[in-house]
């Protein structure tokens, strides 16, 4: 049984997000994956367990998400900014939230992940009502065609540290033309997609040979953790772990 044929049949199946999966079966949107309504699952469950917002970062958020996105929506964005993005985070956007519930302070919503993207790839640490005024705001390629992906399964420590190296002798000297091109390059089909407490960033792979995987990233050009997960079981870990800890704290 599909998720979405699950939840038609139980008139008693009730969890965090319902209104998003009734909206998506009201408007003929494509079927709802089993990892969507597990995440709508184990959300609804841990809100309920932790009740009072105990773990980092949920008061931000409180388990819950933001409406979904349409797909068309996602296609826009990926054609201004040269990228497709990753099958399951795409399910979440069209099918759990755009954005919300997540580790730390949660998931961007499109608009601030366009954002914080921008800032990624270009360097610019601009506020918002400066940065939309850029006339390659909204058009700037996440994805450049023809630079290969940098973070990818084989970088090293001394490759990537070279790489910063060379990204501080840029600034340092005022070539900032040389300097925002190299950066562009270095984050190279991977975008910035969680709102962080600690300075502590997730990325995700968009491209190469790890797209669909996550990164964790500590401040700006911080070496790249690499955590081998996809982003589904990233966020569906982050939701178990809450679970775990509240049962454990009972």
């Given at each position: ?54 773990v980092h970062g949920s008061q931000v958020h409180k388990y819950e998400f933001a409406p979904v996105v349409l797909s068309s929506v996602i296609n ?156 589904e079981e990233w966020i569906l870990g982050y939701f178990k772990s809450v679970i775990r800890r509240a049962e454990h704290n009972k």
């Amino acid at each position: 049984m599909t998720g979405l044929e699950f939840i038609k049949s139980d008139e008693s199946f009730s969890i965090t997000g319902l209104e998003t999966i009734r909206h998506i079966i009201e408007t003929d949107l494509p079927p709802v994956s089993e990892f969507a309504v597990e995440l709508l699952r184990l959300a609804s469950t841990a809100k309920e367990l932790d009740y009072e917002f105990s773990v980092h970062g949920s008061q931000v958020h409180k388990y819950e998400f933001a409406p979904v996105v349409l797909s068309s929506v996602i296609n826009d964005f990926e054609y201004r900014h040269n990228i497709r993005l990753p099958k399951a985070y795409r399910e979440f956007l069209t099918q759990v939230g755009n954005g919300g519930a997540g580790p730390d302070n949660g998931l961007f919503p499109l608009d601030m992940l366009e954002f914080h993207n921008y800032y990624v790839h270009s360097g610019s640490n601009i506020h918002l009502s400066e940065a939309i005024e850029q006339p390659d705001y909204f058009t700037m390629p996440y994805k450049i065609d023809d630079k290969p992906v940098i973070i990818n399964s084989e970088l090293t420590d001394m490759q990537w540290n070279d790489l910063c190296n060379e990204l501080h002798s840029l600034r340092t000297k005022g070539n900032y033309e040389e300097y925002v091109k190299k950066r562009h390059e270095i984050y190279n089909g991977v975008i910035h997609i969680n709102s962080s407490i600690d300075n502590c960033g997730i990325l995700l792979i968009c491209d190469g040979d790890m797209s669909g995987e996550v990164i964790e990233m500590t401040g700006d050009l911080g070496r790249p953790n690499f955590l081998g997960i996809s982003f589904e079981e990233w966020i569906l870990g982050y939701f178990k772990s809450v679970i775990r800890r509240a049962e454990h704290n009972k």
